[in-house]
T-cell receptor
Framework: KQEVTQIPAALSVPEGENLVLNCSFT??????LQWFRQDPGKGLTSLLL?????REQTSGRLNASLDKSSGRSTLYIAASQPGDSATYLC?????????FGSGTKLNVKP | NAGVTQTPKFQVLKTGQSMTLQCAQD?????MYWYRQDPGMGLRLIYY???????DKGEVPNGYNVSRLNKREFSLRLESAAPSQTSVYFC?????????????FGEGSRLTVL
């Protein structure tokens, strides 16, 4: 069974810093990997999706990379802002099932 | 574009009562899912439906039943609610076979069982 791990569980940074969130998975036979954002009391919003044949995807200040051979994905956030404060989750798709990490709770201090 | 719509958003039940959570998606996706999210436990799959007419158990199916009413709708039923079923429930949909497989979530249904 796929296991997805996100470390650290929580991260606090000052506004303006560039930061990297990590996601690791045990089975490299993934269909895709997706990053989500969840605000308190809200649902999950899709940020970026990387298909298994791709190495990275970019959207604005966000860049997600995928290295299947090492079982890792990273989400890079440039010039962080207080509005980026949320919980970030990654999920891999293996054999038609989604496997979620437990998330990294990000706090960007003004 | 509504995406995935869940009802109700909030519900309080007494132990032993029954209720149904409704979910509908307008993206013509084949696959639909029900998850529960609890503090410290992350997202756990309750049931899923890979296509219209099929349903399968996930990690935590006990105490729940589902119905894939048609391609758009996937409901989750609690027959006899228990306090352990207090949680936030999320419905999601995806199209793995014909598309990128991006997963879309509803806003969640917050259930309290007293």
């Amino acid at each position: 069974k796929q296991e997805v791990t996100q470390i650290p569980a929580a991260l606090s940074v000052p506004e303006g810093e560039n930061l990297v969130l990590n996601c690791s998975f045990t089975d490299s036979a993934i269909y895709n990997l997706q990053w989500f954002r969840q605000d308190p009391g809200k649902g999950l919003t899709s940020l970026l999706l990387i298909q298994s044949s791709q190495r990275e995807q970019t959207s604005g200040r966000l860049n997600a990379s995928l290295d299947k051979s090492s079982g890792r994905s990273t989400l890079y956030i440039a010039a962080s802002q207080p509005g980026d404060s949320a919980t970030y989750l990654c999920a891999s798709v293996n054999f038609n099932k989604f496997y979620f990490g437990s998330g990294t709770k990000l706090n960007v201090k003004p | 574009n509504a995406g995935v719509t869940q009802t109700p958003k909030f519900q309080v039940l007494k132990t032993g009562q029954s209720m149904t959570l409704q979910c509908a998606q307008d993206m013509n996706h084949n696959s639909m899912y029900w998850y529960r999210q609890d503090p410290g436990m992350g997202l756990r799959l309750i049931y899923y439906s890979a296509s219209e007419g099929t349903t399968d158990k996930g990690e935590v199916p006990n105490g729940y039943n589902v119905s894939r009413l048609n391609k758009r709708e996937f409901s989750l039923r609690l027959e006899s609610a228990a306090p352990s079923q207090t949680s936030v429930y999320f419905c999601a949909s995806s199209e793995l076979a014909l598309n990128t497989g991006e997963l879309f979530f509803g806003e969640g249904s917050r259930l309290t069982v007293l």
